[in-house]
């Protein structure tokens, strides 16, 4: 005999991420899913953003890796308050659920906090399918990768509204067809910005910056 | 590449879908609905199922999977059209206001029980 179910297989990660979103909505903090493969330099775009966001945006971050605290410890020396997430705790999980930031949140004090920053587990499969209850996704990408992992990586090129291309220091030294990626990227989510910069040489930040800093405003209303 | 997680996720919506006055019954199969734009293969997590259903409620069950074609339709000039290779602008406007329709399932539809005996 058949029955129906008609249910989400993400149903629970769904429903979890909407308490999630209720409950930093409420608490007035911005959340911003920062996702990208390995390497891609999240870690130190974050770092450079996290700077010029102070002192007017509060920030804390969670850090998602499968195992080591060293991003956690970078991030950390920019004295924001710093989460490390290590999923191999959850099963060496290849991108943070929903249920790990709830978790990983209790130890911030959310009133004294404007935006929620979660480094993604470097992986651009997995984490592109998990709402964690964020307000924006981002997606870094840099000129060390192919021109074609937009086209690789379609589901997390459109469920990001802002891309971020890293590295652009070292366009110099490579065979990189900008114009290609550029390209690729507006084939999957036509119209996304795309930030390019080196974060390491703090060059082309500022217009990342200011466009985080405006929909942090927009939803806090300050 | 996470379709071990996923597997896990299915079997605990499955088994919570079962009802009480059917609590006997062995799972013959599980149908899924699964969008070709979600990062799920299902090869894999027809493996993975089958390791970690062991033992489960729904052990020995058979998973029939569907799997969706990415459609969208375009808040421009209203084309609708499947989507095939990795370009989401419209083909017929080539505007970039693109609405997906389809693809981006990860749904269990129905299950399969095994008759009275």
């Not at chain 1, 020396?77 to 249920?99: I, R, S």
């Not at chain 1, 802002?162 to 290609?180: C, G, S, W």
Request: a negative charge; aromatic letters at 6%.
């Amino acid at each position: 005999m058949e029955i129906k179910v008609v249910k989400k297989v993400l149903d629970v990660n769904n429903t979890m991420a909407e308490q999630n979103r209720k409950l930093f909505s409420d608490k007035n903090v911005f959340v911003l899913n920062v996702m990208s493969s390995p390497g891609a330099g999240k870690t130190t775009v974050l770092g450079k953003t996290i700077t010029r966001l102070a002192p007017e945006i509060r920030t804390a971050v969670i850090v998602g890796d499968i195992s080591t605290t060293n991003d956690a410890d970078r991030l950390a020396k920019t004295g924001v308050c710093v989460v490390q997430v290590n999923t191999d705790a959850f099963g060496g999980d290849c991108h943070l659920a929903a249920h790990v930031i709830a978790k990983a949140a209790e130890n911030f004090s959310l009133d004294e906090i404007d935006i929620l920053i979660v480094e993604n587990v470097g992986n651009l499969v997995c984490p592109a399918e998990f709402d964690i209850g964020e307000d924006e996704r981002v997606v870094v990408l840099s000129v060390t990768e192919g021109e074609d992992k937009p086209l690789k990586y379609p589901l997390m090129f459109r469920v990001c509204n802002a891309a971020i291309l890293n590295k652009i220091d070292l366009l110099p030294y490579l065979e990189y067809n900008r114009a290609e990626v550029l390209n690729n990227i507006s084939q999957i989510h036509p119209g996304i910005p795309v930030f390019e910069m080196s974060a390491q040489k703090e060059t082309g930040i500022d217009p990342w910056v200011s466009w985080l800093k405006m929909k942090v405003k927009a939803k806090l209303k300050k | 590449m996470h379709e071990m997680g996923i597997a896990m996720q299915v079997i605990d919506v499955a088994t919570a879908a079962i009802p009480g006055h059917l609590e006997g019954r062995k799972v013959k199969s599980i149908n899924l609905r699964i969008g070709k734009l979600s990062s799920v293969v299902p090869d894999s997590l027809r493996f993975c199922f089958d390791i970690v259903s062991k033992d489960s409620r729904v052990e020995g069950a058979k998973l029939f999977i569907e799997e969706i074609p990415v459609t969208a339709s375009c808040n421009d000039c209203g084309n609708k059209w499947t989507i095939e290779g990795p370009a989401f602008s419209c083909p017929v406007c080539k505007g970039g206001h693109t609405r997906l329709i389809s693809g981006q399932e990860l749904d269990i539809e129905s299950m399969e029980l095994e008759e009275d005996q």
